[in-house]
């Protein structure tokens, strides 16, 4: 089954740049997704089809996808953007797959 | 306003059922594929089932073939889930979302309904 990896944990200064990585097995041939959730709200679609932002999302947020890793990149954080931010994809054998998310501080 | 609206959630016993609802508004159902998601107390998003615009393809987890249902009703704009045989490891926020495109985001969610299966 495809499995995708995302740290544990990142942690940002405010007004600094945070990177959020999710590693898959040529993860570069497929269209990534990029969720944040923050506690007690539902997701929400921030980064699709790896480098697309939705209507209302800051242009601080871009994604990039290559090879072995996908990656989301906050520009100048925001106390706002604390969050937990999962990768998704979609596989032919195992469907839909979920990074196991990261937890965003901004110090 | 583009809206998910999740419903049927509650305390169930082990072995019993619950049939979850999602009402659409303010977009064409029946031309989105739809998908349900869960997210058991303090762990990540776990993909359950997708359903696509005519109900033709179904798709379910591992972990809920042979247990739950999904289905909809594009008349009435709803979607569906009917879940057999509960198991304490069920026990989640069940959101449904809508599917942007083929193999696509999920880019409308619902705001999630508690299923609590414990005796």
């Known amino acids: 089954s495809y499995e995708l990896t995302q740290p544990l944990s990142v942690s940002v200064a405010l007004g600094q740049t945070a990177r959020i990585t999710c590693g898959g097995n040529?993860?570069?041939?497929?269209?990534v997704h990029w969720y944040q959730q923050k506690p007690g709200q539902a997701p929400v679609l921030v980064i699709y089809?790896?480098?697309n932002r939705p209507s209302g999302i800051p242009e601080r947020f871009s994604g990039s996808n290559s090879g072995n890793t996908a990656t989301l990149t906050i520009s100048r954080a925001q106390a706002g953007d604390e969050a937990d931010y999962y990768c998704?994809?979609?596989?032919?054998?195992?469907?839909?797959?979920f990074g196991g998310g990261t937890k965003l501080t901004v110090l | 306003e583009v809206q998910l609206v999740e419903s049927g959630g509650g305390l169930v016993q082990p072995g019993g059922s619950l049939r979850l609802s999602c009402a659409a508004s303010?977009?064409?159902?029946?031309?989105?594929?739809m998908n349900w998601v869960r997210q058991a107390p303090g762990k990540g998003l776990e993909w359950v089932s997708y359903?696509?615009?005519?109900?033709?393809?179904?798709y379910y987890a591992d972990s809920v073939k042979g247990r739950f249902t999904i289905s909809r009703d594009n008349a009435k704009n709803s979607l569906y889930l009917q879940m057999n045989s509960l198991r304490d490891e069920d026990t989640a926020v069940y959101y449904c979302?809508?599917?942007?495109?083929?193999?696509?985001?999920?880019?409308?969610w619902g705001q999630g309904t508690m299923v609590t299966v414990s005796s």
């Open positions: 979302a809508r599917e942007e495109g083929a193999g696509g985001a999920f880019d409308i």
């Open positions: 303010g977009f064409t159902f029946s031309s989105y594929s």
């Open positions: 040529n993860i570069g041939s497929k269209n």
């Open positions: 359903i696509s615009s005519s109900s033709s393809t179904i």
């Open positions: 089809r790896d480098s």
């Open positions: 998704q994809v979609w596989d032919s054998s195992t469907l839909v797959v």
